[in-house]
């Protein structure tokens, strides 16, 4: 399962830069706007010390991290609905994308390039939102139009289905966003087929500079009003020092975030909260071979869970012995939580928790 996130914000915000440090693509980053173009990708290992811990007690061979996928798309400008900037192009980009990292811009330096002349957060956030739901408007609007067609017939479910997308396109009309339109989840079925982009999940990046880091500024706090609106995530990163990060070893890194005042880099903080946003959960498998982690959505049963691994895996599943990492990790090794009766037998409606460490058996 590979999920995507969208990088996207106002032009020479700091994407690319941040973008760079998440992976080893090397995508050009540059003090002009519009310096991207094409949207670059790349995979990133999701960190977890969890994954690390299990590796050295089982001392498998390899250890294998789960990762996400991020796109860093294109800056997009007012207008951009209207194509301006080659807005719609970008716009289509983020079309695909299963959550939006909005990076905001909250530093303040001469020699970095503002398209809009200063830091605004509020008014800079709302370009972009304005320029999402505007594109929504319009895709709302091809639908009202096909339901009205259709409902001619006086089919009562069509008839259903054309106020709900009639609300919905209010609700757009006067500048919200389609993940605040609140709706049965019955009803938002409807709609969903239509990939709207303002009813993607958020999480607004915060790129700082160095000095703020640790303690936040006022132009933080006003991207965490703005999300608490809407009940968004908010992570506080510097592009920056992060690209600096990115090119050390592990010791290295650690200590170098003590310096700074930080627990963890603000990467890892963004990936964990990306995972988190899109309702994502990692369970384990170890044994010698590897010790590897695997994604799946928060609720999946355990046959479904054995199915990422291998479509072998859920046809065939018999049953799943299952211990939760803590267990694991204070017991030490497989055998110690043999011997002290904690190591689960669990069936097909096993609900797959956070942390597992699971062993499939199957039959083919
Ligand atoms: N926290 C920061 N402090 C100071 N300078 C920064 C910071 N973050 C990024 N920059 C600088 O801002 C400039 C623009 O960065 P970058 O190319 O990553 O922006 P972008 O959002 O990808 O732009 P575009 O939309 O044009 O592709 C670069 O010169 C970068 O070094
Ligand atoms: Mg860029």
């Not at 960190?47 to 250890?63: A, C, T, Y």
């Not at 006086?154 to 609140?182: M, Y």
């Amino acid at each position: 399962m590979s999920l995507k996130c969208g990088i996207v914000g106002l032009p020479n915000v700091g994407k690319s830069t941040l973008f760079n440090a998440l992976s080893d693509a090397g995508a050009e980053a540059a003090n002009f706007p519009f310096c991207t173009i094409d949207p670059n990708v790349g995979v990133v290992p999701v960190p977890d010390e969890r994954l690390d811990h299990l590796h050295e007690l089982v001392e498998s061979k390899q250890k294998i991290p789960t990762s996400v996928e991020f796109v860093d798309i294109a800056g997009l400008v007012k207008g951009a609905s209207e194509g301006k900037g080659k807005g719609n192009a970008f716009l289509s980009h983020i079309r695909e994308v299963d959550l939006i990292v909005h990076v905001v811009r909250c530093f303040d330096d001469p020699n970095v390039i503002h398209v809009e002349g200063d830091v605004d957060p509020k008014r800079d956030i709302r370009i972009i939102e304005d320029e999402l739901i505007l594109k929504d408007l319009e895709t709302v609007e091809k639908k009202v139009e096909n339901l009205k067609r259709d409902a001619k017939g006086g089919d009562k479910k069509v008839l259903h289905n054309l106020e709900v997308v009639q609300q919905l396109k209010e609700h757009l009309e006067v500048g919200n966003a389609a993940r605040t339109f609140e709706v049965d989840p019955e009803d938002r079925q409807i709609f969903r087929e239509l990939f709207l982009l303002s009813d993607k999940p958020v999480l607004f990046a915060c790129n700082v500079s160095e000095d703020d880091l640790d303690s936040g500024n006022e132009w933080v706090d006003e991207v965490k009003e703005v999300a608490a609106e809407f009940e968004d995530e908010v992570v506080t990163f510097c592009a920056k020092i992060e690209a600096e990060i990115a090119e050390l070893d592990e010791d290295e890194k650690q200590a170098f975030l003590e310096e700074l005042g930080v627990e963890s880099a603000g990467l890892d903080r963004l990936i964990k909260a990306a995972y988190e946003e899109l309702g994502l959960i990692t369970y384990f498998t170890a044994g010698p071979k590897e010790t590897r982690a695997w994604t799946i959505r928060r609720g999946t049963k355990a046959p479904q869970a054995a199915g990422v691994i291998h479509s072998d895996f859920e046809k065939g599943f018999i049953r799943a012995e299952t211990v939760s990492y803590a267990t694991y990790a204070e017991l030490g090794s497989e055998k110690a939580v043999k011997d002290a009766g904690k190591m689960r037998q669990e069936g097909k409606d096993y609900v797959v928790q956070d942390g597992d460490v699971m062993l499939f058996r199957f039959n083919v």
